[in-house]
Nanobody, 129 residues
Framework: EVQLQASGGGLVHAGGSLRLSCAAS????????MGWFRQAPGKGREGVAF????????FYADSVKGRFTVSSDNAKNTVYLQMNSLKPEDTAVYYC??????????????????????WGRGTQVTVSS
């Protein structure tokens, strides 16, 4: 059974940092894109950061580029999202998801949530001003 468990959220002041983790089980990362999405109250789900753990290639939304870093520990089947210089507008529930396709699909066609197959339960990130 595929499971994705996101953790590491919390309350932080603007300018602070958090590191989210996504522990995966029931599959290996080979051939999968792992994605981080977020959803703020009243808004749609937004793709934030993506990694193809097989080769380490990454892709970021413009809104987080230079502040967030996605990485993976393939031995632990875990993906991380290091979030620095957090802003109040980063406040959202953060989710991890997987999809079996090349990262170029996201790069060329956008990070549509419908591309992704399995979703973990989200973790709340709140950034106070």
């Amino acid at each position: 059974e595929v499971q994705l468990q996101a953790s590491g959220g919390g309350l932080v002041h603007a300018g602070g940092s958090l590191r989210l983790s996504c522990a995966a089980s029931g599959f290996t990362f080979d051939g999968y894109v792992m994605g981080w999405f977020r959803q703020a109250p009243g808004k749609g789900r937004e793709g934030v950061a993506f990694i193809y753990p097989s080769d380490g290639k990454t892709f970021y939304a413009d809104s987080v580029k230079g502040r967030f870093t996605v990485s993976s520990d393939n031995a632990k089947n875990t993906v991380y999202l290091q979030m620095n210089s957090l802003k109040p507008e980063d406040t959202a529930v953060y989710y991890c998801a997987n999809g079996k396709f090349p990262l170029e699909l996201v790069i060329n066609y956008g990070s549509k949530p419908s591309y992704f197959n399995f979703w973990g339960r989200g973790t709340q990130v709140t950034v106070s001003s």
